[in-house]
Each structure stands twice: as C-alpha cells, then as structure tokens.
C-alpha cells in the first residue's frame, strides 16, 4: 500500500512564524500536491511538484512556498504564518489517475 | 475556469440506494473522480470516468455524461459505515495542469438506522 507521512497532526503556531510542513511518500511517486481543506471551499491546491527540483503554483499560492529537494519528499513553507491560513494542510502523491492523501496536518495559526 | 457543484448534504437510511450528483464546468476535460473522506481521515480514491456511462464497483456505480457536464455516485444498500463526505473531483486540459485535480466542496451523506 502506498503511504503518505505528514510529520505533524497538529500544529499550532503564532502570527508571523515561519512554518515547515513535511510531507514524505514511499512508492517513488514523480508528483506530489498540497491542498489545503476548508469548510465549505472543499479541497484547494496550493503547489505541486512534477519531479526533484520542480514546482509549479496551483489555485492560491499567495503566502506559501515548497521545497522538493527529494524525490519522495516535499515541504510546504509558510514564511510568515497568518490567521487566514489556519487550515487542515493534506499533502498527496500520484502516479497517473489516483491521487493518494496523507492523514493532513491542521494548522491553527494565533 | 473550473466551476464544480455538488450537493452539501444527503441523508439516507440503512440499506437504501443513494444518488450523489455532480455537474462541471470546465476548460477542457480530462476525467471525473470521486473520493471518499471520513470525518478527520484522508480522502480515498473511490472512482474514475473518462468516458461516458457506469462504471459498477462492487456497491458503488459513477456515472459520467460528458455532454452534460454531469455525473453521479450511486451507493447501494448503504451501511452505516457510508457516512462520510463525497468529493467530485474534475481533471481539466490546460497548460501545465494535466495532472491537476479541481474538487468540490464535497457531499456530506449521514446514513440513519
């Protein structure tokens, strides 16, 4: 089974913090996503990544950048937090159709 | 721009069919998925349309009709266990978004007893 590690369930951090959010995939999977998931917004992307070294900005981007260093890891960074992005964080790989999620992080930014 | 509605809650009772529905507006189409979320868990892959008809999997059928930006999750003799949030989910063709997915807001169904 694939299985998709997000370091952290929940964090909670303070306004202008600069936040790391680990994400890490075992199937040598070329492309990984971060969402983030509010109430009533559904599932939004913020950044993926086709392969090391490779990103591209999804639908909000604003406040937020990635590393992916490492074919099966990638790091959302968020370099000065804020209340608007308090949020349930999910990372995902995918190899072809299937998009498979991380248990997600949820962040309460204060 | 991708627009995609769904119904924000369903009820049904135990051992009943449900129909979730979902229509798209997108530029370009490049297939149609629906996950499975429970509450506090990751989404799970439960189905994918490219072409349209039904695609049956066990208690669980998706329909897709491209011509009208439509489809629908069908859950037969639904268990308790069905009680989760449905997300539709649409692949649009872009530059540099193959392999994007657009969700909804998802569908969250209670099954009674």
């Known amino acids: 089974d694939v299985k998709v590690t997000q370091s952290s369930r929940y964090l909670v951090k303070r306004t202008g913090e600069k936040v790391f959010l680990e994400c890490v995939q075992d199937m040598d999977h070329e492309n990984m996503f971060w969402y983030r998931q509010d109430p009533g917004l559904g599932l939004r992307l913020i950044y993926f990544?086709?392969?090391?070294?490779?990103?591209e900005k999804g639908d909000i981007p604003e406040g937020y950048s990635v590393s992916r260093e490492k074919k099966e890891r990638f790091s959302l960074i968020l370099e000065s937090a804020s209340t608007n992005q308090t949020s349930m964080y999910l990372c995902?790989?995918?190899?072809?159709?299937?998009?498979?999620f991380g248990s997600g992080t949820q962040l309460s930014v204060l | 721009g991708q627009n995609i509605d769904q119904p924000t809650e369903m009820t049904a009772t135990e051992g009943a069919i449900v129909q979730i529905n979902c229509t798209y507006q997108t530029s370009g189409f490049n297939g149609l998925f629906w996950y499975q979320q429970h509450a506090g868990e990751a989404p799970t892959f439960l189905s994918y349309?490219?072409?349209?008809g039904l695609e049956e999997k066990g208690r669980f059928s998706s329909f897709l009709s491209r011509s009208k930006g439509y489809s629908y999750l069908l859950l037969k003799e639904l268990q308790m266990k069905d009680s989760a949030s449905y997300l539709c989910?649409?692949?649009?063709?872009?530059?540099?978004?193959?392999?994007?997915?657009?969700f909804g807001s998802g569908t969250q169904l209670t099954v009674l007893p």
């Open positions: 349309n490219v072409l349209d």
């Open positions: 995902a790989s995918s190899l072809n159709e299937k998009l498979f």
């Open positions: 990544s086709y392969d090391v070294k490779m990103k």
């Open positions: 989910a649409v692949r649009p063709i872009s530059s540099g978004s193959a392999r994007q997915l657009t």
